[in-house]
């Protein structure tokens, strides 16, 4: 779960969660629009691309001050898509590899790049069982 955290610039703001109803509070009170920029800071994905996966314009995204909290929905959105990409760096440990694994087109994905996917929680969902088959080895 740390790597989660880091992706989202959060272990530094306190105690981290231990248990998944510390998460559900996280969620409910909002996670902050500096965890929306860390994100995009340290993964080197802009702006443009992060706000229609949280089903918002570029323009709504941005004005946001970096104290300025996200409803529970979008903040679940933000931690669900940070959790995919930190199960993709315990699968490919190297950050070039994730980033291309995210950017290419996939067959068990319906020819579909796993980032475009991030935008709803069934695709999510999808993209994380990919990555569970090959952490597992059974991917084809």
Same mark, same amino acid.
């Given at each position: =779960? ?14 981290? !969660?231990?248990? %998944? ?6 969620i *409910?009170?909002g996670?902050?629009?500096?965890? $929306?920029? #860390?994100?995009? *800071?340290?993964?080197?994905? @802009? =702006?443009?691309?992060?706000? !229609?996966?949280?089903? =918002?314009? %570029?323009? &709504?995204?941005?004005?946001?001050k +970096?104290n300025?909290?996200?409803d529970?929905? $979008? ?6 898509? /940070?959790?995919? %990409? ?6 490919f +440990? *190297?950050?070039?590899?994730v980033?291309?694994?995210f950017? +290419? @087109? ?6 579909q #790049? !796993?980032? /475009?996917?991030?935008?709803?929680a &069934?695709?999510?969902?999808l $993209? ?8 597992e080895?059974? %991917?084809?």
């Open positions: =779960m740390l790597i989660t955290w880091e992706i989202l610039g959060l272990n530094s703001q306190g105690g981290l !969660p231990s248990t %998944y109803f510390d998460i559900i509070r996280l *409910d009170n996670v902050p629009k500096s965890s $929306v920029d #860390h994100f995009s *800071d340290s993964l080197s994905i @802009p =702006m443009t691309s992060i706000a !229609p996966l949280l089903n =918002m314009s %570029y323009k &709504t995204l941005t004005r946001k +970096k300025e909290r996200f529970s929905i $979008v903040s679940s959105q933000i931690f669900e898509i /940070a959790c995919t %990409y930190a199960k993709a760096f315990e699968v +440990k *190297d950050r070039d590899k980033t291309r694994w950017n +290419k @087109p996939n067959k068990a994905l319906n020819g #790049h !796993p980032f /475009a996917l991030l935008h709803t &069934t695709g999510t969902k $993209v994380n069982q990919v990555l569970g088959r090959i952490q080895g059974v %991917y084809s």
